[in-house]
């Protein structure tokens, strides 16, 4: 069993770090980028014996993230997930959850307003490909069962918020050398022509330069391998 979960890691690992490399350097990914995530966390589950139900549906859910977000067949698929999602979490609360968690995901994508669509395909696959975690390190062994009983997806959104916080620190030291400002903004050149619900702008030392909004594949990679490495880390604070 072991062998796979590494598999599967790997493939999951070695995608993200590729997004993400590609969200810091050029603010776009590729559309199909993460599918090999999805298929190698379902190749898993379906190997691990997971829930049909959440097999089929986390599956269907990666598949709605190639939806156009500005029409509004996307919110309308994406609350009829949670809808079904929320009666699964009355039969099986583990994977149920898990599936909720997708479904809030898919609906925070809306118009690409909170997340851009490359982020919510890579969360989604990440969530599908870390649903069946195994104890890798001595944190997760040594709580066993009840770290299994934590959803995975729910210590995912956790581990890359974190990460996502702990990231504006850093921007604020990399503009404050660049540009002799302390400021959390991401500089980076806009191409002609970008989508402007994508940017804003703002001045750094007397230039008005254009923004974009913090590449969020990058907490993306941290949070899974952290939720990899550690579990459910926060029940051992309270212990």
Same mark, same amino acid.
């Given at each position: 069993?072991? #062998?796979?979960? #590494?598999?599967?890691?790997?493939?999951?690992?070695?995608?993200? =770090?590729?997004?993400?490399?590609?969200?810091?350097?050029?603010?776009?990914?590729?559309?199909?980028?993460? /599918?090999?995530?999805?298929?190698?966390?379902?190749?898993?589950?379906?190997?691990?014996? %997971?829930?049909?139900?959440?097999?089929?549906?986390?599956? $269907?859910?990666?598949?709605?993230?190639?939806?156009?977000?500005?029409?509004?067949?996307?919110?309308?698929?994406?609350?009829?997930?949670?809808?079904?999602?929320?009666?699964?979490?009355?039969? %099986?609360?583990?994977?149920?959850?898990?599936?909720?968690?997708?479904?809030?995901?898919?609906?925070?994508?809306?118009?690409?307003?909170?997340?851009?669509?490359?982020?919510?395909?890579?969360?989604?696959? =990440?969530?599908?490909?870390?649903?069946?975690?195994?104890?890798?390190?001595?944190?997760?062994?040594? %709580?066993?069962?009840?770290?299994?009983?934590?959803?995975?997806?729910?210590?995912?959104?956790?581990?890359?918020?974190?990460?996502? $916080?702990?990231?504006?620190?850093?921007?604020?030291?990399?503009?404050?050398?660049?540009?002799?400002?302390?400021?959390?903004?991401?500089?980076?050149?806009?191409?002609?022509? %970008?989508?402007?619900?994508?940017?804003?702008?703002?001045?750094?030392?007397?230039?008005?330069?254009? $923004?974009?909004?913090?590449?969020?594949?990058?907490?993306?990679?941290?949070?899974?391998?952290?939720?990899?490495?550690?579990?459910?880390?926060?029940?051992? /604070?309270?212990?």
């Amino acid at each position: 069993m072991l #062998l796979p979960y #590494l598999l599967d890691l790997s493939v999951t690992f070695a995608f993200l =770090a590729w997004g993400s490399a590609s969200d810091v350097r050029r603010r776009a990914v590729n559309s199909f980028l993460f /599918l090999p995530v999805a298929i190698a966390g379902l190749a898993y589950g379906a190997y691990v014996h %997971e829930p049909l139900f959440f097999l089929v549906l986390s599956g $269907i859910s990666f598949i709605l993230a190639f939806v156009r977000t500005d029409i509004l067949l996307y919110p309308a698929l994406a609350a009829s997930m949670l809808g079904v999602s929320t009666y699964f979490v009355t039969i %099986e609360p583990t994977y149920g959850l898990q599936l909720l968690l997708i479904s809030i995901v898919l609906l925070a994508g809306y118009r690409e307003v909170v997340f851009g669509i490359g982020d919510i395909k890579a969360m989604v696959s =990440a969530m599908i490909s870390l649903s069946a975690l195994l104890p890798l390190t001595p944190v997760m062994v040594q %709580e066993g069962q009840l770290l299994s009983i934590v959803p995975s997806a729910i210590m995912l959104v956790i581990n890359a918020g974190l990460s996502s $916080i702990l990231f504006f620190p850093y921007l604020a030291i990399r503009n404050a050398v660049r540009g002799g400002q302390f400021d959390f903004a991401w500089f980076l050149t806009v191409p002609d022509g %970008e989508d402007p619900r994508k940017f804003s702008e703002r001045d750094l030392s007397g230039r008005r330069l254009r $923004i974009y909004k913090v590449p969020f594949i990058v907490p993306i990679l941290i949070g899974s391998i952290a939720t990899a490495l550690f579990g459910a880390w926060p029940v051992l /604070l309270v212990r």
